[in-house]
Structures are given as C-alpha cells and as structure tokens.
C-alpha cells in the first residue's frame, strides 16, 4: 500500500511522464508537418498575364488621354473664338463651352468608372490564377501550409517556393496562350 506522501509524490510525477509523452508526440507530428512561404507581390508582379494586363492598361489610358486632349483642345479653341465675338455672341458660345466641359466631365467620369472595373477584373482573374496554382502546388507537394511571407517577421529562406509558384504560374500561361 502506498503511503500518503508518497501519493502526492507519485501523482505529480506521472503527470508529467503522461505530458512529456503527449507534448513529445505532439513535436512528433509537428515535425512531420510540411511549411512554406511565397511572395505574393513578386508572384503577381512578376506573372507573365500581369504584365500583359498592365501593358493593355497603358495603351488603352494613352488613347483615352488623347481622346480626353482632343476635348480639351475643342474648349480652348472655343475660348479662342469666344474673345473675339460680340456680347450676343459669347453668350451664345459659352452654352457650347459649357456643353464641351459637361461632355468633358463625363467622359473623364466614364473612363475612370470603366478602368477601373476592367483593373478590378483582371486584379480578381490574375490572383484567381496565383490561388488555383498554390492549391495545386501544394497538394502535388504535399504541403500543410504555404504562407504569404508578408505576414511574416521571419522565415527561413529554405521555405520559400516563390521561384517554383512563378514558373509554374508563367509556364500555365504560356499553354493557355497558345
């Protein structure tokens, strides 16, 4: 039989042998867990379709600004003829200027409204793409996890698959394109 004292010896005591064995399972598994990090602003500034998107965007703005120039130059010169006219007659012309600046504000209004409904699509479509790879990647990989590395105050640069979720990423692309 075991004594009084020695109960409250022992019970302690096999406490703390069942925690070890748990917490040494626990690290066990933990172990065996499979991590990585990736960085999302150099996987979508970097991807092949973004960069495709953005050259679009900068050809469609210039045109939009010279279509915006073209109206701008209509009121100047309307201004212009507007000074040499009589009294009767600038009245006259300024209902045409206000017109133009009217047309001008909706036009800036509709071209901003639009750009920016075509830059939120295509922001959804490339990170669409970005999450489809990373899912595919890290089940192929046999991942647990993949962190975006900003979140991070450090990390082991071993765990950074930003290299291969990019050239998958690119190489994806480049099949669709074709």
Sequence with gaps: MIKSG????????GLIIVF???FSKFSSAAAKEKFATVDIGK???????????????QTEGRLKQEERDAIVHEIRRLRDEQALLSED?????QAAIDAKIKE???FESEVSKTLGEKRNKAVREVFQDIENVMNQ????K???LIFNDRALLYKNKQFDVTPDILKEL????????R
């Design 170 to 177: 690119n190489d994806n692309y480049r099949k669709k394109k």
């Design 89 to 93: 007659a600038r009245r006259e012309k």
């Design 20 to 22: 070890l064995i748990g």
């Design 137 to 140: 990647y890290g089940e192929r």
């Design 6 to 13: 020695a109960r409250k010896f022992w019970l302690p005591l």
């Design 142 to 144: 046999g991942y647990d």
């Design 104 to 106: 001008l504000e909706n």
């Design 43 to 57: 996987i979508f500034d970097e991807y092949e379709k973004t960069k495709k998107h953005d050259q679009e965007f």
